[in-house]
């Protein structure tokens, strides 16, 4: 018995709709494919941005999504002259764009040195009733890499919440020395303004301090959805 050949699946109308790379990978459409966790969306940025939006809720398919970054803090001209991103969050999206209104968000928030022993942890920076998600900081000196789990229950009697932890890196470019780099926690429940999680199309990847206007001059975030 032969063994079928296959590099390549077009669909009905002549379009490439799935390709197989010599080692058993495949990608559907242009995004790779992988038991579980589908890639649903990609940025990556060398000039200064100030957020991307990922509107790629689909309650159909999804409840729970995967968010990875690396980030930034600092603008190309610093705080001298264009407000530089400083510390990492998010806000939730629907129809009508971003919803960043005041309290949307209850926060928890924690984070230690590598030179502590003695988290901080719910710091009135990041904690308690926000306009948007805290995720990492503080400090244009610093970048920061992180993981979110993102939960968009599929009905209007539940609320939307994110997880995740993350590190801001400070050396080497605060500091050669140990001590500045800081691992940190996160979590936080969409309290305020429109928390139909049925309403949500997606959201938005920023600056904690601003959803728009605060910049970064380099950074990359992938977004994965885990399938039902």
Same mark, same amino acid.
């Given at each position: ?73 600092? $603008?190309?001209?610093?705080?001298? !002259? *264009?407000?530089?991103?400083?510390? @990492? /969050?998010?806000? &939730?999206?629907?129809?009508? +764009? ?72 400070g050396a080497p470019r605060t500091s050669s020395g140990a001590g500045v ?6 979590? $936080?429940?969409?309290?305020?303004? !429109? *928390?139909?999680?049925?309403?949500? @199309? /997606?959201?938005? &990847?920023?600056?904690?301090? +601003? ?18």
């Open positions: 018995m032969s063994n079928l050949r296959v590099g390549a699946i077009d669909s009905v109308n002549g379009n490439n709709a799935l390709a197989i790379a010599a080692d058993g990978s495949m990608t559907h459409g242009g995004n790779a494919m992988s038991t579980g966790m589908v890639k649903l969306a990609q940025a990556e940025w060398t000039t200064d941005t100030d957020g991307v939006n990922f509107d790629v809720f689909d309650t159909t398919k999804y409840i729970n999504y995967k968010m990875y970054w690396w980030v930034c803090h600092e $603008s190309t001209a610093g705080d001298s !002259s *264009t407000t530089s991103w400083y510390q @990492t /969050g998010m806000c &939730f999206r629907d129809s009508n +764009g971003n919803l960043d209104g005041s309290g949307a968000y209850d926060n928890n928030c924690s984070w230690v040195s590598s030179g502590s022993t003695d988290p901080d942890t719910n710091n009135a920076i990041g904690a308690g009733a926000k306009n948007r998600i805290w995720m990492c900081g503080n400090g244009n000196g610093y970048d920061s890499q992180g993981e979110a789990l993102i939960s968009i229950p599929p009905h209007s009697d539940f609320r939307a919440a994110v997880c995740g932890q993350s590190q801001l890196i780099n800081y691992f940190e926690e996160f979590s $936080s429940v969409m309290i305020a303004g !429109s *928390t139909d999680p049925t309403q949500l @199309t /997606g959201f938005r &990847f920023c600056s904690f301090r +601003g959803t728009t206007g605060n910049y970064s001059k380099r950074g990359h975030i992938s977004v994965y959805g885990i399938e039902k």
